[in-house]
């Protein structure tokens, strides 16, 4: 089998005439026999690289995935052209899997997804051991390494699985995001031999990265949603309760807004989820326990609403958009406070089950530094795409044009006076405090914390009152950019650096770009901040009538079959209907993505629409028949699928242990708490959300070294503030106090560290 084959097989389902960069080399590389492991980022055709294979070779191929919900969309989309594939999970009912065996033993089936749990199963080992197995594609394969983003001990047993089969066929390994260390592991778990490697590049030039710090982050969610109402995106908050206000705060203003989130029962998830898949909603409010294997290709913006733990995670998230190559968003609303409620998470989950105590310290220490990260991208003044593409290791443009730092009209300023004042207050508080800290003596505030470190007496308390915290922050962030600050440890400790040293002395001017909306003095009037984080939203270049009489007819086929829109046509695709406006059978074959077999099916209703619209004519041109559905009206069990299990939910908040409750209530709790053994006036009690024990905690209780009820003092208080400017991390000053972690970031909080 070569690659003549696998042209044709390109063209006949998919749709294609040419492979996009990467895919034609793991493609000849897993036709020849070669294991493979490929890096591709999200949209980049990583399933192609196994799916045309899959159909070139003689035999089956397996494919390892970890979601429930990525096995359907991927069978759903293989069975749209034409391809006979099936999925076996905990979601099929018993008569189901029976079925599917019989059909694979007959032969039916070209490519099978299997949970990587099913490979234990005995059925399924008898299954194998009868069937010529030319491919094993293990998807998401970051998930058989500890330090990837998401570590399932599962992914384990492929080794074994394959070891069992008769003959040993093709490795492939695929990932969209996995650093050297993680492709080390994958490469050593899987026992990959003399794989073809394939890494491309993380940039996606589709993809618009934008930032806002807003005041009301409601009012800024409103304005982007306004402009993009019909088009379909997704909002990512960090709690549920946080999803359930703003889902409903969206429906208030009159938008097709659903939700998801882990606390939903499994009928709820399943069908706000198809909601979502069928365009019924157009806006998804969920937590990080939504998208991943959602293969939705017309999401055409994603919304943060607050910041994720770390840029894996965001990136992988953000990365849901535009997956058909067309123009999508991806905005931040940042706000510090999410650093701080991002780090008391950390601080509190119990990590991976059966890790050493080194290896939990090295957890921890890793997540607050990624943490450390996503908040200098959102507070960066440079070019975001290319600290994106910095952090995993490629080369980061200057100057992308395509983010809301580049695109934004910056003012430039002489800062040279606002930056002395900055560093020496830095050095005047002993370099022993973070940002916020530095800020709220430099604005002259008087609360606990600056009164009790008597920061208020310093010389330069209230020396910037006039100046606005926002303007402080930029400038402070500015620099830490420019390596005139740094910062220490967990806490992110300022401190001066030897580049500082001649702006001290008055020997070097300043020099600052800010957005032009950033205010500078309290006292002026603020300038009129631009929605869409500084850019305008764009229009569409294709013939938008035609365009929306193709959309009417691909919602019509979609109904009719029962499918999710976009299986029909990517948005993609129909922008290059519209651009190419074909008038036959050759001309419409010839736009990339329209193969025999969606032609056979579509081709002529396409045909019809694209000479209707340029004779001019405007009648409708997908007539429903009755037994056809709007959005309000869906017949019982049209588009029910096999229930949904809990395995398909990652746990809330996909990279820690959030507690069950709401965040916010949580926290409320805490602080309440935290303020009465401060005043004493009740006795010290544990509160089951916030004070469940981690395995460190019971460690330490183990050892005798549990100081939880003894009091803190002046001395051990002091002893945290040298501590903490030396750069210790959270984890070694709890070591180092016998105290639970929690309860010593709880202290740091009291005394201005945190």
Same mark, same amino acid.
């Given at each position: 089998?070569?690659?003549?084959?696998?042209?044709?097989?390109?063209?006949?389902?998919?749709?294609?005439?040419?492979?996009?960069?990467?895919?034609?080399?793991? @493609?000849?590389?897993?036709?020849?026999?070669?294991?493979?492991?490929?890096?591709?980022?999200?949209?980049?055709?990583?399933?192609?690289?196994?799916?045309?294979?899959?159909?070139?070779?003689?035999?089956?191929?397996?494919?390892?995935?970890?979601?429930?919900?990525?096995?359907?969309?991927?069978?759903?989309?293989?069975?749209?052209?034409?391809?006979?594939?099936?999925?076996?999970?905990?979601?099929?009912?018993?008569?189901?899997?029976?079925?599917?065996?019989?059909?694979?033993?007959?032969?039916?089936?070209?490519?099978?997804? @299997?949970?990587?749990?099913?490979?234990?199963?005995?059925?399924?080992?008898?299954?194998?051991?009868? +069937?010529?197995?030319?491919?094993?594609?293990?998807?998401?394969?970051?998930?058989?390494?500890?330090?990837?983003? &998401?570590?399932?001990?599962?992914?384990?047993?492929?080794?074994?699985?394959?070891?069992? =089969?008769?003959?040993?066929?093709? =490795?492939?390994?695929? %990932?969209?995001?996995?650093?050297?260390?993680? *492709? !080390?592991?994958?490469?050593?778990?899987?026992?990959?031999?003399?794989?073809?490697?394939?890494?491309?590049?993380?940039? *996606?030039?589709?993809?618009?990265?934008?930032?806002?710090?807003?005041?009301?982050?409601?009012?800024?969610?409103?304005?982007?949603?306004?402009?993009?109402?019909?088009?379909?995106?997704?909002?990512?908050? #960090?709690?549920?309760?946080?999803?359930?206000?703003?889902?409903?705060?969206?429906?208030? !203003?009159?938008?097709?807004?659903?939700?998801?989130?882990?606390?939903?029962?499994?009928?709820?998830?399943?069908?706000?989820?198809?909601?979502?898949?069928?365009?019924?909603?157009?806006?998804?409010?969920?937590?990080?326990?939504?998208?991943?294997?959602?293969?939705?290709?017309?999401?055409?913006?994603?919304?943060?609403?607050?910041?994720?733990?770390?840029?894996?995670?965001?990136?992988?998230?953000?990365?849901?958009?535009?997956?058909?190559?067309?123009?999508?968003?991806?905005?931040?609303?940042?706000?510090?406070?999410?650093?701080?409620?991002?780090?008391?998470?950390?601080?509190?989950?119990?990590?991976?089950?059966?890790?050493?105590?080194?290896?939990?310290?090295?957890?921890?220490?890793?997540? #607050?530094?990624?943490?450390?990260? #996503?908040?200098?991208?959102?507070?960066?003044?440079?070019?975001?795409?290319?600290?994106?593409?910095?952090?995993?290791?490629?080369?980061?443009?200057?100057?992308?044009?395509?983010?809301?730092?580049?695109?934004?009209?910056?003012?430039?300023?002489?800062?040279?006076?606002?930056?002395?004042?900055?560093?020496?207050?830095?050095?005047?508080?002993?370099?022993?405090?973070?940002?916020?800290?530095?800020?709220?003596?430099?604005?002259?505030?008087?609360?606990?914390?600056?009164?009790?470190?008597?920061? &208020?007496?310093?010389? @330069?308390?209230?020396?910037?009152?006039?100046?606005?915290?926002?303007?402080?922050?930029?400038?402070?962030?500015?620099?830490?950019?420019?390596?005139?600050?740094?910062?220490?440890?967990?806490?992110?400790?300022?401190?001066?650096?030897?580049?500082?040293?001649?702006? +001290?002395?008055?020997?070097?001017?300043?020099?600052?770009?800010?957005?032009?909306?950033?205010?500078?003095?309290?006292?002026?009037?603020?300038?009129?901040?631009?929605?869409?984080?500084?850019?305008?939203?764009?229009?569409?270049?294709?013939?938008?009538?035609?365009?929306?009489?193709?959309?009417? +007819?691909?919602?019509?086929?979609?109904?009719?079959?029962?499918?999710?829109?976009?299986?029909?046509?990517?948005?993609?695709?129909?922008?290059?209907?519209?651009?190419?406006?074909?008038?036959?059978?050759?001309?419409?074959?010839?736009?990339?993505?329209?193969?025999?077999?969606?032609?056979?099916?579509?081709?002529?209703?396409?045909?019809?629409?694209?000479?209707?619209?340029?004779?001019?004519?405007? %009648?409708?041109?997908?007539?429903?028949?009755?037994?056809?559905?709007?959005?309000?009206?869906?017949?019982?069990?049209?588009?029910?699928?096999?229930?949904?299990?809990?395995? &398909?939910?990652?746990?809330?908040?996909?990279?820690?242990?959030?507690?069950?409750?709401?965040?916010?209530?949580?926290?409320?709790?805490?602080?309440?708490?935290?303020?009465?053994?401060?005043?004493?006036?009740?006795?010290?009690?544990? &509160?089951?959300?916030?004070?469940?024990?981690?395995?460190?905690?019971?460690?330490?209780?183990?050892?005798?070294?549990?100081?939880?009820?003894?009091?803190?003092?002046?001395?051990?208080?002091?002893?945290?503030?040298?501590?903490?400017?030396?750069?210790? %991390?959270?984890?070694?000053?709890?070591?180092?106090?016998?105290?639970?972690?929690?309860?010593?970031?709880?202290?740091?909080?009291?005394?201005?560290?945190?």
């Amino acid at each position: 089998m070569g690659m003549t084959e696998a042209y044709g097989v390109l063209q006949k389902y998919f749709g294609y005439s040419s492979f996009r960069d990467g895919q034609e080399e793991v @493609v000849s590389a897993i036709l020849t026999g070669r294991d493979v492991l490929c890096v591709m980022p999200t949209g980049a055709g990583k399933s192609l690289c196994y799916q045309v294979p899959a159909l070139t070779l003689p035999g089956i191929t397996l494919v390892i995935s970890p979601l429930i919900s990525l096995m359907k969309d991927q069978v759903r989309s293989l069975k749209s052209v034409g391809v006979d594939a099936a999925y076996i999970n905990s979601s099929l009912t018993y008569n189901q899997y029976l079925r599917v065996l019989n059909n694979t033993a007959a032969g039916m089936y070209k490519i099978i997804y @299997v949970a990587p749990e099913r490979l234990e199963s005995a059925d399924f080992l008898n299954l194998c051991a009868g +069937l010529h197995i030319s491919l094993v594609a293990v998807d998401e394969a970051h998930c058989v390494s500890q330090w990837g983003q &998401d570590f399932r001990p599962s992914y384990l047993g492929i080794l074994h699985f394959v070891a069992s =089969l008769r003959a040993r066929p093709v =490795l492939a390994a695929f %990932t969209a995001t996995a650093a050297e260390h993680v *492709r !080390n592991d994958i490469r050593s778990l899987l026992q990959l031999q003399t794989p073809y490697e394939c890494v491309k590049g993380f940039d *996606r030039p589709n993809l618009y990265f934008g930032v806002q710090q807003p005041e009301n982050k409601k009012q800024a969610l409103l304005a982007l949603l306004d402009q993009r109402r019909e088009q379909s995106g997704i909002v990512y908050c #960090m709690a549920r309760k946080t999803v359930e206000e703003i889902c409903q705060f969206l429906q208030a !203003n009159g938008f097709q807004a659903s939700r998801y989130h882990a606390g939903l029962s499994d009928d709820e998830r399943r069908m706000n989820q198809d909601d979502f898949l069928y365009d019924r909603v157009t806006v998804m409010v969920a937590t990080s326990a939504f998208g991943m294997g959602i293969d939705k290709s017309n999401v055409s913006y994603v919304i943060h609403y607050n910041m994720p733990p770390d840029l894996e995670s965001y990136y992988q998230e953000a990365g849901r958009a535009g997956r058909d190559g067309s123009s999508a968003d991806c905005i931040l609303l940042f706000s510090p406070g999410d650093f701080y409620t991002n780090r008391s998470l950390i601080t509190r989950q119990e990590g991976v089950p059966d890790l050493s105590e080194e290896q939990r310290e090295f957890l921890l220490e890793r997540s #607050m530094r990624r943490l450390s990260d #996503m908040f200098d991208y959102g507070s960066a003044t440079d070019c975001l795409r290319g600290r994106i593409l910095r952090y995993f290791g490629e080369d980061g443009m200057d100057a992308c044009g395509n983010c809301s730092n580049c695109l934004a009209e910056m003012l430039e300023i002489d800062a040279t006076v606002d930056v002395q004042k900055i560093l020496s207050c830095v050095v005047r508080s002993g370099e022993k405090y973070s940002t916020g800290t530095i800020c709220a003596v430099l604005q002259g505030s008087k609360n606990e914390k600056i009164r009790e470190a008597k920061l &208020d007496s310093l010389s @330069v308390w209230g020396i910037m009152k006039d100046n606005t915290p926002a303007y402080i922050k930029r400038v402070t962030e500015f620099l830490i950019a420019d390596g005139f600050l740094e910062c220490i440890g967990d806490f992110r400790i300022l401190k001066t650096t030897p580049k500082s040293r001649d702006i +001290l002395r008055g020997n070097k001017q300043v020099m600052i770009k800010l957005p032009g909306d950033v205010q500078i003095i309290k006292s002026a009037k603020p300038k009129k901040k631009k929605t869409a984080a500084g850019k305008p939203v764009r229009e569409k270049t294709v013939n938008s009538s035609l365009y929306e009489k193709l959309r009417e +007819l691909r919602t019509g086929l979609a109904a009719e079959e029962e499918v999710p829109p976009f299986y029909i046509a990517s948005n993609a695709l129909l922008e290059k209907i519209c651009s190419s406006l074909p008038g036959s059978r050759e001309e419409l074959l010839a736009v990339q993505g329209i193969g025999e077999v969606k032609y056979a099916r579509y081709g002529k209703q396409i045909l019809d629409v694209v000479s209707a619209w340029r004779n001019g004519m405007h %009648t409708d041109v997908y007539e429903y028949s009755e037994s056809r559905t709007t959005a309000n009206e869906v017949p019982a069990g049209m588009y029910e699928l096999p229930p949904v299990s809990d395995a &398909d939910a990652p746990p809330e908040d996909l990279y820690y242990n959030a507690p069950p409750e709401d965040l916010e209530q949580t926290v409320s709790a805490a602080e309440t708490v935290l303020k009465q053994n401060i005043k004493k006036s009740a006795p010290k009690k544990k &509160d089951p959300v916030m004070r469940a024990e981690s395995s460190y905690d019971k460690g330490l209780r183990t050892l005798g070294y549990d100081r939880t009820d003894a009091p803190w003092d002046a001395e051990e208080d002091e002893k945290l503030r040298k501590e903490v400017a030396e750069g210790f %991390t959270l984890i070694q000053i709890a070591k180092i106090h016998g105290r639970p972690v929690f309860e010593t970031f709880s202290r740091m909080k009291k005394l201005g560290l945190a």
